[in-house]
């Protein structure tokens, strides 16, 4: 069984930047692509960037430029590092792991004010 902590959501006001963590801990498994979603109210979950673990990586057209994923291969950990953050950017941001099933984090909530 794979476990995802999540840390480093909050309050921000448009502009600012934060930084989210995510952890993987567990037995047994291959990371094969980790990554980051994110659900707003009343909206669906949706792809904010994700990495494979050779290093390729996705964004979503809203935070290209603005947002930077990364790994650590050693320490099973993906971040994300958020600037110029903007008021459409609050939601829930869930981690996401691929490792022959899909994992999920709990969220963390990253709320923008205006």
């Known amino acids: 069984q794979v476990q995802l902590v999540e840390s480093g959501g909050g309050l921000v006001q448009a502009g600012g930047s934060l930084r989210l963590s995510c952890a993987a801990s567990g037995r047994g498994f291959i990371i094969n692509t980790m990554g980051w979603y994110r659900q707003a109210p009343g909206k669906e979950r949706e792809l904010v960037a994700r990495?494979?673990?050779?290093?390729?990586?996705n964004y979503a057209d809203s935070v290209k430029g603005r947002f930077t994923i990364s790994r650590d291969s050693a320490k099973s950990t993906v971040d994300l590092q958020m600037n110029s953050l903007k008021p459409e950017d609050t939601a829930n941001y869930y981690c996401h792991l691929w490792a022959g099933r899909n994992y999920w984090g709990k969220g963390t909530l990253v709320t923008v004010s205006s």
């Open positions: 990495i494979t673990w050779g290093g390729s990586t």
